[in-house]
């Protein structure tokens, strides 16, 4: 499960929170509105909740306050970032690998979904109906409406000389909304969809019958 990007998040354990907060030109529009985003997702919420890629646990902090929590995380050092800031214990996994002995209410993740490919995504949404039976999922991530959007996105950080924010578009698995949209579905879940900013959407998904439940 993207474990190809462990180096990445070592790099990012000790700059994630400056970036969210504005001070890398190159990811100011990433991370626009990143509070209120938040804030929203933790609206969506309901029950018990599982948390994959905690990160540094700005997500988690908000959850806390009005959930019961199970947070999963693979990178060691933004676990320890997380567990220092949350005063909780996190689990070491991941997308695919967690615990399947909880009963959990609903599943979400922001910023961290598109460190799977789409067969992984698949697999995973799968996994998370078979084994956690979880009637509602919540995503916040970069996503794009169309290859015409993607196109258009990649010019306007080239034309701004962004060359790591055009590194990461490319070197990670940024789904379609429509892609994801259609997995959630096959699934047995309803899906909306909303734009927050320039690159991230806001994905809830309610489970209903059919899908791969029995």
Wanted: charged residues 25%; aromatic residues 10%.
């Amino acid at each position: 499960m993207g474990l190809q990007f462990m180096d990445i998040f070592k790099e990012w354990a000790t700059q994630y929170d400056t970036t969210v907060a504005g001070h890398d030109e190159q990811y100011k529009e990433v991370f626009a509105g990143y509070e209120e985003m938040l804030s929203e997702v933790v609206d969506h919420l309901e029950g018990k909740v599982m948390e994959f890629g905690v990160g540094t646990g700005n997500l988690s902090m908000k959850i806390l306050e009005r959930h019961e929590l199970v947070a999963v995380e693979p990178s060691p050092e933004m676990r320890a970032v997380a567990a220092e800031k949350l005063e909780i214990d996190i689990i070491d996994g991941d997308f695919l690998n967690y615990p399947t002995t909880e009963q959990i209410d609903t599943i979400v993740s922001s910023y961290a979904f598109h460190h799977l490919t789409d067969e992984e995504k698949r697999t995973a949404i799968q996994g998370y109906v078979e084994q956690l039976d979880s009637p509602r999922f919540v995503l916040l991530d970069t996503m794009f409406a169309s290859q015409k959007a993607k196109r258009d996105i990649l010019d306007w950080a080239s034309v701004n000389g962004y060359d790591d924010l055009i590194e990461d578009l490319n070197r990670e698995f940024y789904p379609y909304t429509q892609t994801i949209q259609a997995m959630l579905e096959a699934n047995g879940y309803t899906v909306s969809l909303t734009q927050k900013n320039k690159f991230v959407w806001l994905v809830v998904a309610t489970k209903q019958s059919g899908g791969t439940q029995p």
